[in-house]
Nanobody
């Protein structure tokens, strides 16, 4: 399995921005589609965004479309989540996940589609 470590979380005011990073190690990063999920207290883990192995195809949850951008740098074995115009409802622990696939289009949105997970990073948006 690939090992994943997230960073970049923190406290931000509503309307602000944060960029999360997820560094991968242990396997060939470009063999994996990558995803971001989040989990708020008392709620199920929910899909945020995903990107295919090359970075050429992305997928977003409706709740973040137009505000968040997922990207990856295969040379740095890192996937990013740029979060703009943050809202209090974006408050959650954000998790990075990896799925072993080089499919050209990313269709993965369920937690069970991903085999490797990071430990999570807290994002808190104050109103």
């Amino acid at each position: 399995q690939v090992q994943l470590v997230e960073s970049g979380g923190g406290l931000v005011q509503a309307g602000g921005s944060l960029r999360l990073s997820c560094a991968a190690s242990g396997r060939t990063f470009s063999n994996y589609a990558m995803g971001w999920f989040r989990q708020a207290p008392g709620k199920e883990r929910e899909f945020v965004a995903a990107i295919n192995w090359s970075g050429g195809n992305t997928l977003y949850a409706d709740s973040v479309k137009g505000r968040f951008t997922i990207s990856r740098d295969n040379a740095k074995n890192t996937v990013y989540l740029q979060m703009n115009t943050l809202k209090p409802e974006d408050t959650a622990v954000y998790y990075c996940a990896a799925a072993f696939t080089i499919a050209p289009y990313v269709t993965l949105t369920r937690p069970e589609d991903f085999g490797s997970w990071g430990q999570g990073t807290q994002v808190t948006v104050s109103s």
